[in-house]
């Protein structure tokens, strides 16, 4: 497949420049891959989409302040975006400069720290910082608000750029999908016996990077660091031999999963899927590393039965994990009905509830 076979159009006044308030308060698009039906709800409707017995499995992930402002011995000026944490004082970084960074460049950071450069790879950069690193960016870093939030960030972003139920300090943007949940919900499904699990996956910044070839097989996916536990092997294994579902809340969740049913860090481009050999989903097992796995369509999922994610960009790899669930044009339709209908979109938008199209999932 190619990268334009994803494009749709978007208006830009679309895209989500605030939260909504509160946070169940957006929309909620519900997709029925099996028959492409399409149905206009409220996020909190959500229970009624879930039942007694089904598990829901979120990212746990905490969001870093990872932008943090730098200058030159040379005086220029540089902007660093974390990417993920190395060593306690070692990080791997975005490097914003009028000119490129050199090995003989050390860089003065806030608070009277500084940085000095280790290695280049490819076009991220390691630095060694004297000070340990989650420290020196909580205290002195910046929200790191998407590209496509045309705005500065604000106090309030603190708070609403981080689901309720994060956990673990390491990621760069926030697991989207979550954000939609607030204690209220939460409440409303443990009530009504709807399951809860974790896994963790720091998202990287290379999460926003556009494909840069137009052949889908030649796309090879940045590293994020991630762990599936042994307790949310068992409750997902103890879901199915009830007869329950296993609901995916975000995109992240799914590649956590998927790898971990997968193995070997899942493989560069989704081994497993299309021509690849498939697994049950009893091959699920703890895992603790970093995968690549690429899910477009083709793939068999493994593990998940239904998923909770927002609206994404055009020709982005999460939109092509969507079109591999629920299948491709099942969902440009119904990102033609969300835009005509008004739909939010981006990490401070709108939500949807997939459910797969035939033969999508490993059963």
Avoid at 263 to 288: I, K, Q, T, V
Avoid at 324 to 337: D, I, P, Q
Wanted: charged fraction near 20%; glycine fraction near 10%; charge should be neutral.
């Amino acid at each position: 497949m190619q990268r334009r076979d994803f494009q749709f159009e978007l208006p830009p006044a679309l895209i989500a420049q605030r939260p909504v308030t509160p946070r169940s308060a957006s929309r909620l698009l519900a997709i029925d891959g099996a028959s492409g039906a399409l149905a206009d709800l409220a996020f909190t409707d959500l229970p009624r989409l879930v039942r007694a017995g089904d598990l829901l499995v979120f990212n746990d992930t905490r969001v870093v302040p990872a932008r943090l402002h730098a200058t030159k011995d040379t005086g220029g000026a540089v902007e660093l975006m974390l990417e993920r944490v190395l060593a306690p004082r070692t990080v791997l970084v975005q490097v914003r400069a009028s000119k490129p960074l050199r090995a003989t460049h050390r860089l003065a950071l806030p608070g009277g720290h500084e940085a000095r450069l280790l290695e280049r790879r490819g076009d991220l950069f390691v630095l060694e910082l004297s000070a340990p690193a989650l420290e020196l960016f909580e205290t002195w870093g910046e929200t790191p608000l998407p590209p496509y939030i045309e705005r500065a960030p604000e106090p309030e972003d603190q708070e609403r750029y981080q689901t309720v139920y994060a956990r673990a300090p390491g990621a760069v943007a926030a697991p989207t999908a979550g954000l939609h949940f607030d204690g209220a919900l939460l409440q409303r499904l443990e009530a009504q016996g709807v399951g809860r699990a974790f896994v963790t996956l720091h998202v990287g910044a290379g999460t926003f990077q556009p494909l840069r070839s137009e052949d889908l097989d030649a796309h090879v996916m940045h590293p994020e660091y991630l762990e599936v536990p042994a307790a949310t092997c068992e409750a997902i294994a103890a879901t199915r031999a009830a007869g329950g579902r296993v609901v995916a809340v975000g995109t992240t969740v799914v590649r956590s999963l998927e790898t971990a049913a997968g193995g070997a860090g899942g493989g560069a481009r989704g081994e497993g899927g299309a021509g690849g050999a498939a697994l049950g989903a009893g091959a699920l097992a703890p895992f603790m590393g970093e995968t690549r796995l690429f899910i477009r369509p083709g793939y068999r999922f493994r593990v998940i039965d239904a998923l909770i994610t927002n609206f994404h960009l055009p020709e982005s790899t999460l939109l092509m994990l969507c079109a591999a669930f629920v299948g491709r044009e099942t969902l440009l339709t119904a990102y033609a009905h969300a835009v005509q209908a008004g739909y939010r979109f981006f990490s401070y938008g709108d939500a949807c509830f997939m459910t797969p199209a035939p033969g999508a999932c490993v059963r």
